[in-house]
């Protein structure tokens, strides 16, 4: 099975920061890969797919980039909203789809 | 507006069944693949099951092959997860979710919580 690292696991950040999160695929997964926003319960938002493509709807602040084994969600100018859990997961080839361990962003 | 609503979630036995529905509206069913996602309490996403749009093939996480069964009902709008054989780290919020083109999780409902206690 595929498995993704995803890091950090906490990250601390003041708004207007840019934030820069990884995703790391244990074999190369084309650009399968998709970043999701998920906020207190509350159920996962989907961001970005296909690596770097932004659902519709999505502020154009979050992107996302890479291929292979190497991915990464950015978001350009935090804002208050952005405070949340965000989750990788891959979607190559067959099941099981495995998502990221998640990477909190907090307020400093 | 595309909508999904879980229900069937609640306390069983280790051991015991439990079968999950997802009411969808706002979007032609049979058109779509869809997904069970769930999430520990405290914990991280874990993909569950997937159907395709047909129904032609199904596929499981690892920890639930053999136990959990997902089926769809076009006629009612519904998908379904059987879980049999439940154990106490089966608890967790279930989700399902209709994909967009390419199988990724697009849409989700609110979820129902599972709770797998004695």
């Known amino acids: 099975d595929i498995q993704l690292t995803q890091s950090p696991s906490f990250l601390s950040a003041s708004v207007g920061d840019r934030v820069t999160i990884t995703c790391r695929a244990s074999?190369?997964?084309?650009?399968?890969l998709a970043w999701y926003q998920q906020k207190a319960g509350k159920a996962p938002k989907l961001l970005i797919y296909?690596?770097?493509t932004l659902q519709s709807g999505v502020p154009s602040r979050f992107s996302g980039s890479g291929s292979g084994t190497e991915f990464t969600l950015t978001i350009s100018s935090l804002q208050p909203e952005d405070f949340a859990t965000y989750y990788c997961?891959?979607?190559?080839?067959?099941?099981?789809?495995?998502f990221g361990l998640g990477t909190k962003v907090e307020i400093k | 507006q595309v909508h999904l609503v879980e229900s069937g979630g609640g306390v069983v036995q280790p051991g015991g069944s439990l079968r999950l529905s997802c009411v969808v509206s706002?979007?032609?069913?049979?058109?779509?693949?869809m997904h069970w996602v769930r999430q520990a309490p405290g914990k991280g996403l874990e993909w569950v099951a997937f159907?395709?749009?047909?129904?032609?093939?199904?596929y499981y996480a690892d920890s639930v092959k053999g136990r959990f069964t997902i089926s769809r009902d076009d006629s009612k709008n519904t998908l379904y997860l059987q879980m049999n054989s439940l154990r106490s780290e089966d608890t967790a919020v279930y989700y399902c979710?209709?994909?967009?083109?390419?199988?990724?999780?697009?849409?989700w409902g609110q979820g129902t919580l599972v709770t797998v206690s004695s």
């Open positions: 296909a690596a770097s």
């Open positions: 074999q190369g997964i084309g650009s399968y």
């Open positions: 979710a209709r994909e967009r083109t390419g199988y990724y999780p697009e849409y």
């Open positions: 997961q891959q979607l190559s080839s067959n099941p099981p789809w495995m």
């Open positions: 706002g979007f032609r069913f049979n058109n779509y693949a």
């Open positions: 159907i395709k749009y047909d129904g032609s093939n199904q």
